[in-house]
Protein backbone atom coordinates (compact mmCIF):
# COMPACT_ATOMS: atom_id res chain seq x y z
CA UNK A 1 0.00 0.00 0.00
CA UNK A 2 1.24 3.73 -1.12
CA UNK A 3 1.06 6.40 1.78
CA UNK A 4 0.42 9.95 0.11
CA UNK A 5 1.88 12.79 2.57
CA UNK A 6 0.56 16.09 1.43
CA UNK A 7 2.80 18.53 2.66
CA UNK A 8 2.41 21.70 0.95
CA UNK A 9 1.23 24.08 3.32
CA UNK A 10 2.26 27.51 4.23
CA UNK A 11 1.69 26.71 7.79
CA UNK A 12 0.80 30.71 8.84
CA UNK A 13 -0.48 29.88 12.42
CA UNK A 14 2.85 28.99 13.08
CA UNK A 15 5.09 32.05 12.05
CA UNK A 16 7.21 33.67 12.13
CA UNK A 17 9.20 29.71 12.79
CA UNK A 18 7.75 28.70 8.90
CA UNK A 19 9.15 32.24 7.66
CA UNK A 20 12.12 30.10 6.88
CA UNK A 21 10.87 26.18 7.36
CA UNK A 22 7.74 24.48 6.24
CA UNK A 23 5.54 23.84 9.23
CA UNK A 24 6.29 20.20 8.35
CA UNK A 25 10.31 20.21 9.82
CA UNK A 26 9.67 22.10 12.78
CA UNK A 27 11.17 20.74 15.73
CA UNK A 28 9.08 18.79 18.47
CA UNK A 29 10.31 16.04 21.17
CA UNK A 30 13.81 16.05 19.66
CA UNK A 31 13.22 15.66 15.82
CA UNK A 32 10.92 17.18 13.17
CA UNK A 33 7.14 17.00 13.31
CA UNK A 34 7.09 15.33 9.65
CA UNK A 35 10.05 12.74 11.00
CA UNK A 36 7.72 11.83 13.58
CA UNK A 37 5.15 10.92 10.95
CA UNK A 38 7.02 9.22 8.90
CA UNK A 39 9.31 6.95 11.59
CA UNK A 40 5.51 5.66 12.73
CA UNK A 41 4.61 4.75 9.93
CA UNK A 42 7.68 2.71 9.08
CA UNK A 43 7.21 1.10 11.93
CA UNK A 44 3.99 -0.09 11.20
CA UNK A 45 5.23 -1.36 7.84
CA UNK A 46 4.86 1.53 5.24
CA UNK A 47 7.79 1.75 2.25
CA UNK A 48 6.38 3.20 -0.36
CA UNK A 49 5.37 7.23 0.35
CA UNK A 50 4.31 9.92 -1.98
CA UNK A 51 5.40 12.97 -0.71
CA UNK A 52 2.84 15.97 -2.20
CA UNK A 53 4.97 19.49 -2.24
CA UNK A 54 4.51 23.02 -1.60
CA UNK A 55 6.08 26.15 0.32
CA UNK A 56 9.72 25.64 0.56
CA UNK A 57 9.15 21.65 -0.58
CA UNK A 58 12.92 21.64 -1.55
CA UNK A 59 13.67 21.77 2.01
CA UNK A 60 11.06 18.97 2.56
CA UNK A 61 13.11 16.86 -0.43
CA UNK A 62 16.05 17.47 0.92
CA UNK A 63 15.33 16.77 4.27
CA UNK A 64 13.52 13.41 3.57
CA UNK A 65 17.09 12.58 0.98
CA UNK A 66 19.13 13.37 3.97
CA UNK A 67 17.21 10.95 6.20
CA UNK A 68 15.66 8.54 4.68
CA UNK A 69 16.95 7.70 1.43
CA UNK A 70 17.75 3.57 2.10
CA UNK A 71 14.69 3.10 4.68
CA UNK A 72 11.43 3.84 2.26
CA UNK A 73 11.14 4.76 -1.64
CA UNK A 74 10.12 8.21 -1.76
CA UNK A 75 7.99 9.89 -4.79
CA UNK A 76 8.09 13.58 -4.74
CA UNK A 77 5.35 15.85 -6.41
CA UNK A 78 4.84 19.88 -6.53
CA UNK A 79 1.33 20.91 -5.94
CA UNK A 80 1.57 24.97 -7.98
CA UNK A 81 -0.95 26.48 -7.44
CA UNK A 82 -1.86 25.12 -3.85
CA UNK A 83 -5.41 24.98 -3.95
CA UNK A 84 -6.38 22.73 -0.82
CA UNK A 85 -5.87 18.94 0.46
CA UNK A 86 -8.30 17.59 -2.50
CA UNK A 87 -6.09 19.12 -5.28
CA UNK A 88 -2.67 18.14 -3.48
CA UNK A 89 -3.79 14.23 -3.95
CA UNK A 90 -5.72 15.22 -7.44
CA UNK A 91 -1.41 16.47 -8.52
CA UNK A 92 -0.61 12.95 -7.08
CA UNK A 93 -2.93 11.28 -8.90
CA UNK A 94 -0.68 9.22 -11.60
CA UNK A 95 1.74 8.08 -8.79
CA UNK A 96 -0.97 5.63 -7.20
CA UNK A 97 -4.05 5.46 -9.67
CA UNK A 98 -3.08 1.92 -10.47
CA UNK A 99 -3.84 1.25 -6.66
CA UNK A 100 -6.71 -0.77 -5.25
CA UNK A 101 -6.16 1.36 -2.02
CA UNK A 102 -4.24 3.96 -0.76
CA UNK A 103 -3.05 5.80 2.84
CA UNK A 104 -3.46 9.07 3.29
CA UNK A 105 -1.68 11.03 6.33
CA UNK A 106 -1.21 14.57 6.61
CA UNK A 107 2.11 16.05 7.08
CA UNK A 108 1.70 18.12 9.45
CA UNK A 109 0.11 16.41 12.82
CA UNK A 110 0.90 13.55 14.64
CA UNK A 111 -1.74 10.75 15.43
CA UNK A 112 -0.93 7.61 17.23
CA UNK A 113 -2.91 5.04 15.83
CA UNK A 114 -2.78 0.72 15.80
CA UNK A 115 -1.91 1.39 11.88
CA UNK A 116 -2.99 -2.29 11.16
CA UNK A 117 -6.80 -1.53 12.65
CA UNK A 118 -6.00 1.30 9.02
CA UNK A 119 -4.55 -1.27 6.80
CA UNK A 120 -6.78 -4.26 7.44
CA UNK A 121 -9.79 -2.40 7.40
CA UNK A 122 -12.18 -3.97 4.50
CA UNK A 123 -13.31 -0.11 4.01
CA UNK A 124 -12.50 2.91 3.73
CA UNK A 125 -11.75 4.31 7.30
CA UNK A 126 -11.36 7.68 9.17
CA UNK A 127 -8.98 8.49 11.89
CA UNK A 128 -11.48 10.82 14.26
CA UNK A 129 -11.17 12.39 17.62
CA UNK A 130 -13.61 13.80 19.98
CA UNK A 131 -12.48 17.36 20.34
CA UNK A 132 -14.27 20.39 22.08
CA UNK A 133 -14.51 22.72 19.16
CA UNK A 134 -16.01 20.90 16.24
CA UNK A 135 -16.45 24.16 14.16
CA UNK A 136 -12.38 24.40 13.73
CA UNK A 137 -12.04 20.95 12.34
CA UNK A 138 -13.55 18.47 9.24
CA UNK A 139 -16.10 16.16 11.17
CA UNK A 140 -17.87 13.01 10.80
CA UNK A 141 -21.29 12.11 11.56
CA UNK A 142 -21.71 8.69 12.28
CA UNK A 143 -24.10 6.00 13.29
CA UNK A 144 -23.99 3.81 16.33
CA UNK A 145 -21.59 1.34 14.44
CA UNK A 146 -19.59 3.85 13.41
CA UNK A 147 -19.82 3.81 9.83
CA UNK A 148 -20.34 7.59 8.50
CA UNK A 149 -23.98 8.98 7.48
CA UNK A 150 -22.09 12.47 6.90
CA UNK A 151 -18.86 14.27 6.54
CA UNK A 152 -18.60 18.36 6.98
CA UNK A 153 -15.71 20.84 6.76
CA UNK A 154 -15.96 23.11 9.95
CA UNK A 155 -19.21 23.40 10.37
CA UNK A 156 -20.93 26.65 11.70
CA UNK A 157 -23.36 24.21 13.93
CA UNK A 158 -21.59 20.72 14.23
CA UNK A 159 -23.56 18.05 15.11
CA UNK A 160 -20.96 15.72 15.99
CA UNK A 161 -17.92 16.25 18.22
CA UNK A 162 -15.81 13.99 15.57
CA UNK A 163 -13.05 15.46 14.33
CA UNK A 164 -11.13 14.08 11.39
CA UNK A 165 -7.01 14.06 12.73
CA UNK A 166 -5.42 13.98 9.09
CA UNK A 167 -5.08 10.07 8.31
CA UNK A 168 -7.64 8.12 5.93
CA UNK A 169 -7.67 4.75 4.41
CA UNK A 170 -9.00 4.92 0.91
CA UNK A 171 -10.24 1.43 -0.18
CA UNK A 172 -11.88 2.58 -3.43
CA UNK A 173 -9.18 5.12 -5.14
CA UNK A 174 -10.94 5.20 -8.54
CA UNK A 175 -14.12 6.56 -6.88
CA UNK A 176 -11.90 8.94 -4.34
CA UNK A 177 -9.99 10.49 -7.90
CA UNK A 178 -13.78 10.48 -9.20
CA UNK A 179 -15.44 12.63 -6.70
CA UNK A 180 -12.43 15.10 -6.38
CA UNK A 181 -12.41 15.37 -10.23
CA UNK A 182 -16.41 16.42 -9.84
CA UNK A 183 -15.42 19.17 -7.26
CA UNK A 184 -12.90 20.37 -9.69
CA UNK A 185 -14.84 19.90 -12.69
CA UNK A 186 -18.10 22.13 -10.67
CA UNK A 187 -15.27 24.25 -9.15
CA UNK A 188 -16.85 23.40 -5.83
CA UNK A 189 -14.86 24.62 -3.30
CA UNK A 190 -14.89 24.63 0.37
CA UNK A 191 -13.86 28.02 2.17
CA UNK A 192 -11.92 29.09 -1.11
CA UNK A 193 -10.33 25.26 -1.30
CA UNK A 194 -10.92 21.76 -2.84
CA UNK A 195 -11.78 19.88 0.35
CA UNK A 196 -10.65 16.11 0.71
CA UNK A 197 -13.66 16.16 3.52
CA UNK A 198 -15.77 17.40 0.66
CA UNK A 199 -14.77 14.61 -2.10
CA UNK A 200 -15.03 11.60 0.76
CA UNK A 201 -18.81 12.57 1.20
CA UNK A 202 -19.57 12.53 -2.56
CA UNK A 203 -17.95 9.11 -2.11
CA UNK A 204 -20.53 8.57 0.49
CA UNK A 205 -23.05 9.60 -1.31
CA UNK A 206 -21.83 7.16 -3.92
CA UNK A 207 -22.65 4.52 -1.88
CA UNK A 208 -18.89 4.17 -0.73
CA UNK A 209 -18.63 2.30 3.06
CA UNK A 210 -16.79 4.04 5.47
CA UNK A 211 -16.18 3.84 9.13
CA UNK A 212 -13.74 5.39 12.02
CA UNK A 213 -11.67 4.87 14.44
CA UNK A 214 -11.08 6.71 17.08
CA UNK A 215 -7.70 7.78 17.78
CA UNK A 216 -6.46 8.25 21.92
CA UNK A 217 -3.13 10.52 20.69
CA UNK A 218 -3.78 13.65 18.71
CA UNK A 219 -1.38 16.51 18.36
CA UNK A 220 -2.25 19.28 16.96
CA UNK A 221 1.13 21.26 15.90
CA UNK A 222 -0.43 24.29 14.28
CA UNK A 223 0.13 26.99 16.66
CA UNK A 224 2.35 27.86 19.39
CA UNK A 225 0.36 27.02 22.52
CA UNK A 226 -0.37 23.33 21.03
CA UNK A 227 2.57 22.36 19.98
CA UNK A 228 4.29 23.21 23.34
CA UNK A 229 1.63 21.05 24.47
CA UNK A 230 2.36 18.53 21.80
CA UNK A 231 6.18 18.59 22.85
CA UNK A 232 5.47 17.94 26.03
CA UNK A 233 3.30 14.96 25.80
CA UNK A 234 5.50 12.87 23.22
CA UNK A 235 8.64 14.09 26.20
CA UNK A 236 6.96 12.04 28.83
CA UNK A 237 6.29 8.76 26.72
CA UNK A 238 8.24 6.30 27.92
CA UNK A 239 10.51 6.27 24.86
CA UNK A 240 11.98 9.82 25.48
CA UNK A 241 12.85 9.36 29.49
CA UNK A 242 16.48 9.32 30.29
CA UNK A 243 18.67 10.70 32.58
CA UNK A 244 22.16 12.40 31.37
CA UNK A 245 25.05 11.27 33.06
CA UNK A 246 26.21 14.58 35.78
CA UNK A 247 29.95 14.67 33.46
CA UNK A 248 27.55 15.09 30.50
CA UNK A 249 26.61 18.86 31.54
CA UNK A 250 28.19 19.29 35.17
CA UNK A 251 27.51 22.47 36.23
CA UNK A 252 23.79 22.16 34.97
CA UNK A 253 20.69 21.13 36.43
CA UNK A 254 18.92 18.54 34.04
CA UNK A 255 14.71 18.26 35.12
CA UNK A 256 13.68 15.12 32.63
CA UNK A 257 11.92 15.02 30.60
CA UNK A 258 14.14 16.34 27.84
CA UNK A 259 15.69 16.00 24.53
CA UNK A 260 18.97 17.46 24.09
CA UNK A 261 20.74 17.95 20.38
CA UNK A 262 24.45 16.51 19.49
CA UNK A 263 27.25 18.73 20.37
CA UNK A 264 25.39 21.10 22.89
CA UNK A 265 27.06 22.92 25.25
CA UNK A 266 25.57 23.06 28.68
CA UNK A 267 26.78 25.38 31.39
CA UNK A 268 25.72 27.10 34.66
CA UNK A 269 21.76 26.31 34.05
CA UNK A 270 18.43 24.76 34.97
CA UNK A 271 16.96 22.53 31.91
CA UNK A 272 13.67 21.41 31.99
CA UNK A 273 11.15 19.82 32.22
CA UNK A 274 9.39 19.67 28.92
CA UNK A 275 12.55 21.51 26.65
CA UNK A 276 13.70 19.88 23.62
CA UNK A 277 17.22 21.28 22.43
CA UNK A 278 18.37 21.45 19.05
CA UNK A 279 21.98 20.24 17.91
CA UNK A 280 25.37 22.35 18.85
CA UNK A 281 23.00 24.85 21.22
CA UNK A 282 24.78 26.77 23.77
CA UNK A 283 23.24 27.44 26.95
CA UNK A 284 25.03 29.43 29.90
CA UNK A 285 23.76 30.92 32.53
CA UNK A 286 19.91 30.04 32.11
CA UNK A 287 16.94 28.64 33.39
CA UNK A 288 14.86 26.87 30.70
CA UNK A 289 11.19 25.29 31.17
CA UNK A 290 8.41 24.01 28.51
CA UNK A 291 10.61 24.92 25.54
CA UNK A 292 11.32 24.35 22.23
CA UNK A 293 15.22 25.59 21.30
CA UNK A 294 16.56 25.39 17.57
CA UNK A 295 19.63 24.12 16.72
CA UNK A 296 23.08 26.50 16.22
CA UNK A 297 21.31 28.41 18.74
CA UNK A 298 22.66 30.34 21.55
CA UNK A 299 20.72 31.67 24.86
CA UNK A 300 22.85 33.66 27.91
CA UNK A 301 21.42 34.75 31.41
CA UNK A 302 17.80 34.41 29.78
CA UNK A 303 14.79 32.49 31.95
CA UNK A 304 12.22 31.32 29.15
CA UNK A 305 8.91 29.30 29.51
CA UNK A 306 6.75 28.46 27.08
CA UNK A 307 9.01 29.48 24.44
CA UNK A 308 9.55 28.15 20.92
CA UNK A 309 13.37 29.46 20.00
CA UNK A 310 14.10 29.17 15.86
CA UNK A 311 17.66 27.72 14.45
CA UNK A 312 20.60 29.93 14.30
CA UNK A 313 18.96 32.02 17.11
CA UNK A 314 20.97 34.37 19.79
CA UNK A 315 19.18 35.58 23.09
CA UNK A 316 21.17 37.20 25.53
CA UNK A 317 19.51 38.68 29.02
CA UNK A 318 20.52 41.97 31.38
CA UNK A 319 22.68 41.87 33.88
CA UNK A 320 20.75 43.61 36.79
CA UNK A 321 21.73 45.07 39.50
CA UNK A 322 18.70 46.32 42.56
CA UNK A 323 18.53 48.02 45.53
CA UNK A 324 15.06 47.61 46.64
CA UNK A 325 13.04 49.27 49.36
CA UNK A 326 10.04 47.97 51.12
CA UNK A 327 6.58 47.57 49.79
CA UNK A 328 7.53 47.55 46.31
CA UNK A 329 6.73 45.30 43.37
CA UNK A 330 8.32 44.52 40.37
CA UNK A 331 7.22 42.11 37.53
CA UNK A 332 9.36 41.48 34.65
CA UNK A 333 7.00 39.39 32.62
CA UNK A 334 4.69 42.59 31.52
Not at 119 to 135: A, F, M, Q
Not at 170 to 198: A, F, G, P
Request: charged share 25%.
Amino acid sequence: MKVVIPVAGIGSRLRPHTHTQPKSLVPIAGKAILAHIIDDLIEGGMQDFIFVLGYLGDKVEDFIRRNYQDSIKATFVIQEPREGLAHAIWIARKTFAKEEEILVVLGDTIARVALRTFIDSPVSTLGVKKVGEPSLFGIAEVDQAGKVIKLVEKPKIPKSNLALVGIYKIKNVTLLLSSIEQLMKEDHKTRDEYQLTDALMRMVQAGEEMHTVLVDHWYDCGKKETLLEANAILLNHDKFKHDFPKETYPSAIIIPPVSIGKNCQIKDSIIGPNVAIGDHTIVQYSIVQNSIIGSFSELKNVVLKNSIVGNDSSIKGLSQSLNIGDNTELDFNK
